[in-house]
RNA sequence: GGCCCGUUGGUCAAGGGGUUAAGACACCGCCCUUUCACGGCGGAGACAGGAGUUCGAUUCUCCUACGGGUCACCA
């Protein structure tokens, strides 16, 4: 067998191809940066679909790189240009800012930031075209010519045979075409892709340390992968090499579908004397679905979009922290330990991480959630609320925006202190929360105690118009509510009352209810004395007498 | 079907030959309390199954089951 003149091959494919690797080496030197820092990235195709998923390998990659005084940047990679979406590349930019993850380098808003680029991969063709050059001299890569049919066929006899699927061996029939071969297909202008020549073993077993998934015994390819398509364009497995080795990147993070084209990825990265990166193949998230767990759905499962929780009114820092917690557990433990830190100061360990896919976990998100807004101030929630509210609830928004004082100063009931109120876990929740201090939005349940028969709640009701005084503070406040309830033969003293109930009506909290349901039209609010304060006499009268009249209208 | 990965309470998980097998969320009960929320105290609840190695396996090995992934000129 006359071996072909591999150089020979690569001018004929790539005449026009001038640079060598040494020239890119040369170009993308090593990056100087301290001893151990990382260089991590984010890849995603711009489809205009960001999924929740996809938080937890980009926190872990900002995380590692800025944790260690390195570098993370957005490399687009677009080199499907059917699932291409426009708008989708500013998309992803502006949701992952909103959940705190911010990059340093790559494809940013206006063009590209950064020494290592193009950061799109449809714009670093040269690049590609440079290092498939070498492969083809080097004799590691061939054009194959096959359509799609003989493809088909090939699979289909595979099929039959029980053979393994793929093109390789035996059935890589563009494998040893000759110089001339090629030559005359070329002129015939057949299209072709080109093909990595894999000298692998479905035999040999190789061994190799992820750093999520520890030790893995990989079988080794012996498939002839496309390292360009017919486009001129590479699949994925050839610009990620490509990329991460001129882009000097240290750690890749990526989700473990792509496990099983790992061994490829080492192949290639051997082949062209490449320093292999480190790896860290994550599992997907899952949801519990009838009793059994599944990957999250981009079709199915609402929440599986990012924009579900910008809708929702998740905070981004309480999903910022729901994201950490979920890739390392021992996270809430730290914040118990730290509750006022920022969570950026969390040591984030990549050894915590765990191999398998944990289980979208809603009711620990709120959690999480609640405890972030309680932290915050009044003001802090008025802007973020009202900036959500802006986007996703107009109406809503411009109540609430009417008059800033008021609002923040409902904002802040409870807030503060040691034990803060925890009753919002989304923006969303606030507008049920405090409707009732607006006119427009008060619809209100009047539902009284029932051991209170109508004509007491309507005498409670009128004295309580004469003897209110929003000047009183909150003990004066509930001094007037116990002499209220002492007059209408409720017993003041609930300690008392649970001893001996007998002689009562009721007791003082019964009366309060009454005063709470009247002005707030619901049975569960906070502290009701600052409620009042908050609303002003004017209100709290009004809403009393309109609570009376619609006592009197219901016979 | 081939190959690969995974499996500790309902959920997230710590632990990695000897433990009363942590903790958090959720759930239940009690307490605090003028409602709710908060907070405090307590409760129930787990090493997928089977072999093997060992004096001893949740931990190491193998098999089975289940779950997941992948086998494109998509990423």
Redesign the pocket.
């Known amino acids: 067998m006359d071996a072909i003149d591999h150089k020979a091959l690569a001018e004929l494919l790539f005449p026009d191809v001038k640079m060598t690797p040494e020239d890119l080496e040369a170009k993308y030197p090593p990056r100087d940066l301290p001893e151990g820092a990382a260089v991590t990235r984010l890849?995603?195709?711009p489809?205009g679909f960001i999924h929740f998923g996809n938080l937890f390998p980009a926190i872990t990659s900002e995380r590692l790189a800025h944790q260690s005084g390195g570098v993370f940047y957005l490399r687009i990679?677009?080199?499907?240009a059917?699932?291409e979406v426009p708008g989708a590349v500013e998309i992803i930019i502006n949701s992952l800012a909103y959940f705190g993850v911010r990059f340093d380098e790559g494809a940013v808003m206006d063009g590209d930031r950064g020494n290592y680029g193009p950061y799109r991969?449809r714009q670093r063709r040269e690049i590609y075209h440079v290092i498939a050059k070498k492969l083809v001299a080097d004799g590691l890569a061939y054009p194959?010519?096959?359509?799609?049919e003989q493809?088909d066929d090939i699979?289909a006899r595979q099929e039959k045979e029980?053979a393994?699927?793929?093109?390789y061996g035996e059935w890589a029939v563009c494998r040893e075409l000759s110089l001339d071969e090629v030559k005359k297909k070329l002129d015939a202008g057949m299209?072709?892709?080109l093909?990595f020549r894999s000298n692998g073993s479905?035999e040999n077993?190789i061994k190799h340390i992820?750093l999520i998934?520890?030790?893995?015994?990989?079988?080794e390819n012996d498939?002839d992968?496309?390292l360009?398509?017919?486009?001129g364009?590479?699949?994925?497995?050839f610009?990620?090499v490509v990329d991460d080795h001129f882009m000097r990147t240290t750690h890749v993070i990526r989700?473990?579908?792509?496990?099983?084209?790992?061994p490829f990825h080492l192949q290639l990265f051997d082949a062209l004397n490449w320093k292999r990166p480190k790896y860290l193949?994550n599992?997907?998230l899952?949801k519990?679905e009838g009793?059994?767990?599944?990957?999250i759905?981009k079709r199915k499962d609402r929440e599986a979009a990012l924009s579900y929780y910008m809708e929702a009114g998740y905070p981004a820092e309480a999903v910022f922290e729901y994201a950490l917690?979920?890739?390392?557990?021992?996270f809430?433990?730290w914040r118990?330990a730290n509750p006022d830190s920022p969570a950026t100061e969390f040591k984030f360990s990549v050894?915590?991480?765990?191999?398998?896919?944990?289980?979208?976990?809603i009711?620990?998100?709120?959690?999480?959630s609640?405890?972030v807004i309680?932290k915050m101030d009044a003001r802090t929630v008025y802007d973020l609320l009202t900036e959500w509210a802006k986007a996703y609830d107009p109406e809503f928004h411009d109540i609430i925006t009417k008059d800033p004082e008021y609002t923040i100063n409902i904002l802040g009931i409870?807030r503060g202190g040691?034990?803060?109120?925890?009753?919002a876990a989304v923006w969303g929740d606030f507008r049920d929360l405090i409707s009732f201090f607006y006119d427009p939005l008060f619809k209100p349940e009047y539902e009284y105690p029932d051991n209170l028969n109508k004509d007491d709640i309507i005498a409670i009701l009128s004295e309580y118009q004469g003897i209110y005084d929003p000047a009183d503070d909150?003990q004066v406040?509930?001094g007037r509510?116990r002499e209220l309830a002492e007059k209408h033969g409720c017993c003041p003293d609930?300690?008392k009352y649970?001893e001996d109930p007998s002689g009562y009506k009721g007791?003082?909290?019964?009366?309060?209810?009454v005063?709470?349901v009247a002005v707030c039209g619901?049975?569960?609010?906070?502290?009701?004395?600052e409620i009042m304060r908050i609303m002003g006499a004017e209100m709290v009268h009004r809403r009393i007498a309109q609570a009376i009249e619609n006592l009197k209208a219901a016979d």
């Open positions: 890849a995603p195709s489809t990679e677009d080199t499907d059917k699932r991969q194959c010519f096959c359509t799609e493809l699979r029980k393994n699927f793929g093109y299209p072709y892709v093909r479905i077993k992820d998934k520890g030790e893995l015994m990989l079988t498939i992968h496309v360009l398509k017919s486009d364009i590479p699949t994925y497995h610009a990620h989700g473990d579908e792509w496990l099983s084209t790992l193949h599992a997907p899952m519990s009793g059994s767990k599944r990957k759905s917690n979920t890739l390392n557990s021992n809430e433990q118990m050894k915590k991480m765990s191999p398998s896919g944990a289980l979208l976990d009711d620990k998100l709120r959690d999480i609640k405890n309680a409870g040691k034990k803060p109120r925890k009753d909150n406040w509930f509510v609930m300690k649970k007791h003082v909290g019964d009366v309060s209810m005063l709470r619901r049975t569960q609010t906070p502290d009701l004395c």
